[in-house]
């Protein structure tokens, strides 16, 4: 297994300063004797603020030395890929997934062993953490796999590596075969340009290649090569192969503009990884390496957009003087230079480019994808979550139909509010409607009332605000989301934007709202739970505690025996409340009958107990507050 990569002082200096810069969003200078190193770092350093994905994870570090002694390890290993791919002309992203046991650990392995050099494949064939009792090299331990990883055979972590082509670098993910992970294999299809997807041909295709296939398309990927694995097993039989060729290509009518290759391989031994194999002579496609090397380039909106991060003073740059106030940011795609004019979302106002910053760089024209400064002939209403472009091409709107990769742990119910991020803007949203939920295996719709983690559905989201954006068939930054738990802030779900919804279908439906939509927007069922006057205090805890839970109440004293008590009451219910509703003996019968299921009545009347009683009982209601849900 592959072991910690130790930092020199230098490096070790490095992160952390990174870290505070990204944290603090502070000037900051590392010392360093070498210039070429120097660079490296301050570049790094530069595209911390902004764009928004740096090259590391930067984390914060307290101040204690021991620990910013205990950096993180994958912060290390990212600083050294990132170090390794720097300023080289190609370099092409790859995940490869599949099935549990497909070999994609074992293929991973055995494409960096294949592309070193003598020495160090010597040096690895003599290490013992890399070789099996047999002597013979474990290729999986190749891949970055942990040691615990290792005991059990499988991948949970995403791990990175990177080894040269002909033509091209390539940095690979390595990402976990089991549905319960399926949360960090979509992370990695993220920024990935080509999946290579791991076919055992001893099982052929499982559910778990069809759900891998289905996310890496969801997640943007068009370039897939379809390695079918393991054709030792079957003697190189051809016909094993065309049979599962024609499965991936009947699998692969539901998804348009996919560009495909189909390569036959045996990971373990090395057969047509890096050279055309001799076992099967009947292929005459090139081997897996070839094949990657040949991948045409992801289609990329040219069109130009630019998100914004955060505006500066131009004097806060090296080497400028005047003080005018510079938009930065990163530029998704498309030309910009000076002279330039822009339109600016969402004040619908125009301007004129004078000076663009690369980093720290005065330029005059920028492609593609860059973190940028800008300064505009004019002052305009500009600031983070502001999207500009060349021309007025983007849709306004508060309610939208998207898919939705469902990540979390828990499930997803209609009416609940997260936070959507879209481009650098961050808004309410609540998934107001989940129209059908798609079976990964099949492809079929079918009902949902709620998603659970991994699903994939088609929704309707509503936002708080307007909100400019896009379809994601036309731009991917800008025509995908992200989810997040209000509460925690965790990452919930991915989603590709799929069309605006006109706030003309709202004005069509005029009906009465019920109070089961009311419930549904809540999340909840009505419920009423029970006391008598004088138990204030035992009202008061309860409502604390499940108002804790994340549960919609309201508190109330009646008599209940009035018809006008019970009308108000019956408006709390029907607006799907739980109500807790201190009463007299005689109203405790009256406002039950106001509830039609007793299931939803939980009586705490005339209850007079000791504190380890009265924390038996809350925990009884918490197991009754949930059959609500």
């Known amino acids: 297994m592959s072991q910690p990569i130790q930092l020199n002082t230098v490096e070790k200096e490095a992160i952390y300063r990174m870290r505070e810069l990204f944290a603090l969003q502070k000037e900051v200078s590392i010392a360093t004797e070498v210039s070429e190193e120097q660079e490296f770092i301050t570049t790094l350093a530069e595209q911390a603020l902004y764009p928004e994905k740096p090259q590391l994870c930067f984390q914060k570090v307290e101040e204690n030395l021991e620990e910013q002694a205990a950096f993180r390890q994958d912060d290390t290993e990212r600083f050294h890929l990132a170090k390794k791919l720097h300023n080289r002309p190609c370099v092409r992203r790859l995940i490869t997934c599949g099935g549990v046991d497909d070999g994609k650990s074992t293929l991973i392995g055995r494409l960096l062993y294949d592309t070193m050099g003598k020495q160090e494949q010597e040096s690895i064939a003599k290490n013992q953490v890399y070789l099996r009792k047999d002597g013979s090299i474990d290729y999986a ?92 097993m079957t003697g190189y039989d051809r016909n ?272 009465e709202v019920t109070a089961a939509e009311r419930e549904m927007a809540l999340g909840q069922k009505a419920g009423l739970i029970l006391f008598l006057h004088d138990e204030e205090n035992y009202a008061n805890c309860v409502e604390r505690y499940l108002l804790g839970m994340g549960f919609h109440t309201m508190q109330l004293m009646a008599e209940g025996t009035d018809e006008k008590e019970r009308i108000y009451i019956r408006k709390f219910l029907d607006a799907g409340m739980i109500l807790l509703l201190r009463t007299t003996p005689e109203g405790i019968g009256m406002a039950e009958n106001l509830i039609g299921e007793q299931d939803r009545i939980f009586s705490f009347a005339g209850s007079c107990m000791e504190k380890e009683e009265f924390s038996n009982s809350l925990k009884q209601i918490k197991q009754w507050a949930s059959s609500l849900l």
């Open 141 to 232: 331990l190749l891949a970055g796999m942990t040691e615990e990883e290792a005991k059990q055979g499988i991948t949970v972590q995403v791990s990175y590596s990177t080894f040269e082509g002909k033509s091209c670098s390539f940095l690979m993910a390595d990402v976990p075969g089991h549905e319960e992970y399926t949360r960090n294999m979509a992370y990695a299809a993220l920024d990935s340009d080509t999946a290579i997807i791991m076919i055992a041909a001893n099982k052929g295709i499982v559910p778990q290649t069809r759900r891998h296939t289905k996310i890496c398309y969801f997640m943007g990927i068009r370039n897939m090569i379809f390695a079918v694995n393991k054709m030792d």
């Open 240 to 511: 094993v192969f065309d049979m599962i060729l024609k499965e991936i290509r009947q699998m692969m009518q539901e998804y348009p503009g996919c560009h495909i290759q189909i390569v036959p391989v045996a990971a373990k031994s090395g057969v047509n990884i890096i050279q055309a194999a001799s076992e099967m002579p009947w292929h005459q496609n090139g081997s897996l390496l070839e094949l990657l090397e040949q991948m045409p380039q992801s289609k990329k909106d040219d069109r130009f957009y630019f998100l914004t991060q955060r505006i500066c003073k131009s004097s806060q740059i090296k080497g400028a003087v005047i003080k005018k106030r510079v938009i930065q940011g990163e530029m998704v795609s498309g030309t910009l230079q000076t002279g330039d004019e822009i339109f600016v979302y969402p004040t619908n106002q125009c301007a004129k480019v004078t000076k663009l910053y690369l980093l720290d760089k005065d330029t005059e024209m920028v492609n593609g994808k860059n973190p940028l400064g800008i300064e505009l002939d004019r002052e305009l209403d500009i600031a983070r979550g502001s999207v500009l472009t060349k021309t007025d091409i983007l849709s306004s709107t508060d309610c939208i139909e998207a898919d939705i990769l469902w990540t979390s742990d828990n499930r997803l119910t209609q009416g609940k509010r997260y936070l959507a991020k879209i481009g650098t803007d961050i808004v309410n949203a609540a998934v107001t409607k989940i129209h059908y939920q798609v079976d990964v295996n099949t492809g079929d719709h079918r009902y949902a009332e709620y998603l659970t983690k991994n699903a994939l559905a088609r929704c309707e989201l509503c936002f708080s605000k307007q909100v400019y954006l896009t379809a994601e068939k036309e731009n991917r930054t800008l025509g995908t989301l992200k989810l997040f738990e209000r509460e925690t802030g965790l990452l919930a779900a991915y989603g590709n934007i799929i069309q605006t919804i006109s706030g003309e279908v709202w004005k069509e439906n005029c009906k």
